[in-house]
């Protein structure tokens, strides 16, 4: 008796939980759809959980693809939406397969059995019910491998509070400081104040980053910015706006990364690749500040070649 009562206790908490999709808030888009019976939301997905890739990833900052690699998982679908996107496949939801939560758990431990340092959640939040079951049904068969939450920093408080404590490092990006170009570019003119709230909301999780002896982090925040040609000043303002919040116990990555897209062949700066110039400018910026927390990209990263192919490898 005392056994039904715990099951059904927990299957009703499931169900509430999922009750959340049938006018949709997860994410600050808040488009109120009601993803359970099959409407796509703003990012383009229903209640399926459809992942597009799963596989062992090199080129995350060191202390995350390690040795071994990342094992990361590509959600398909996306709440941000950037013009300049170069994941277009996935964020658009053209790419991937629909699972359960149940193989989404079993995932998580073939890339552990595979040597992953970690699980790299990319592209998540439109996902955050669906993860918040798998990660607590992988931790009850043993996982103890760290949990990095990857996203585009467009997250709204109140779900970051239920991935309190499942969390172990939070990725994500700041990408505008600016309200303006948040609207040109990702449709989010709420882009810098949600970003804000949300960086400290998962810095209120972990606090200052943990790094173990070998160079892994174990736990902390390392928020991304992809410096934009022609916007060297708007990244000036977003590095000096994080430096002034939380200092060195972040971690700043500063990208160079940026591709441009067949969609952008028309833009006035977003047509071409970052310039070397341009991308100094903003890391002695950077280093004027005091900022010694950072990671750096060489010259050699904004190639297509490090865009993965979502083959639904892995799934």
Wanted: contains cysteine; aromatic residues 10%; proline residues 3%.
């Amino acid at each position: 008796m005392y056994y039904y009562l715990i099951v059904h206790l927990s299957l009703k908490g499931v169900i509430n939980l999922f009750d959340k999709l049938k006018a949709c808030t997860i994410c600050p888009r808040k488009c109120g759809v009601n993803r359970i019976d099959g409407k796509l939301g703003y990012c383009r997905t229903n209640a399926d959980l459809i992942v597009s890739r799963a596989s062992l990833h090199q080129w995350e900052e060191p202390c995350i693809s390690g040795k071994n690699g990342s094992g990361t998982v590509f959600f398909s679908g996306c709440s941000l939406g950037c013009v300049y996107c170069q994941n277009h496949l996935i964020t658009k939801a053209e790419s991937g397969k629909k699972i359960s939560v149940e193989r989404l758990c079993e995932i998580f431990f073939e890339l552990k059995e595979k040597g992953a340092h970690n699980i790299n959640l990319v592209t998540p939040t439109h996902f955050a019910l669906h993860i918040i079951k798998a990660i607590k049904l992988a931790k009850t068969k043993g996982l103890n491998l760290p949990i990095v939450y990857n996203t585009s920093g467009y997250e709204s408080v109140s779900t970051l509070k239920m991935l309190d404590g499942l969390i172990d490092v939070y990725l994500p990006d700041f990408k505008y400081l600016s309200s303006d170009i948040a609207k040109e570019f990702s449709f989010a003119e709420d882009y810098p104040e949600i970003a804000k709230t949300a960086i400290a909301e998962m810095y209120r999780q972990t606090g200052k980053f943990e790094v173990s002896d070998d160079g892994m982090i174990k736990k902390g925040v390392i928020v991304r910015h992809l410096v934009l040609p022609g916007y060297v000043d708007e990244s000036k303002k977003v590095i000096k706006y994080l430096y002034d919040n939380f200092s060195d116990n972040i971690f700043i990555s500063i990208m160079n990364q940026y591709t441009p897209m067949p969609a952008m062949k028309n833009h006035p700066n977003l047509h071409r690749k970052l310039t070397t110039f341009e991308y100094e400018k903003v890391i002695d910026y950077a280093l004027s500040l005091g900022v010694e927390n950072a990671f750096i990209q060489d010259k050699n990263t904004a190639k297509e070649s490090f865009i993965p192919d979502f083959n639904c490898e892995g799934i």
